[in-house]
């Protein structure tokens, strides 16, 4: 799991962007991504709901997992973990604080 706007490793193996906006000032060609999978981001009333409050992780969290279990979005969400059995795979995300967004709870659910 990185941000975005951190500078493309060969260590990243697969790069996938897990937000639902494409993030500002990036490009394409920078980014150096494998795919965007805007289908597993939180829903936009979920997203503005939490503001990535840290006060509000934990019911973000919550509340995240259920929209997971959504048709389209528990598809997505098998989709990465058929990536991670082939090779190596970074979350990507553009928000300030990484370890309480969206990527973050994925990366968990992906390691179980």
Known sequence: ??????????????????????????????AELDEWCDEIAPSDALRKWYGHSPDKFEEFGARYRRELEEPERALALRHLRL??????????????????????????????
Request: aromatic fraction near 4%.
């Open 83 to 112: 990536m991670t059995a082939h090779s190596r795979l970074t979350l990507l995300t553009a928000t300030k604080r990484a370890e309480i967004s969206q990527a973050a709870i994925l990366a968990e659910m992906l390691r179980a």
């Open 1 to 30: 799991m990185r941000r975005i706007y951190d500078v493309p490793s060969v260590e990243d193996g697969i790069r996938v962007l897990v937000d639902r906006r494409w993030p500002r000032g990036v490009s394409k060609a920078r």
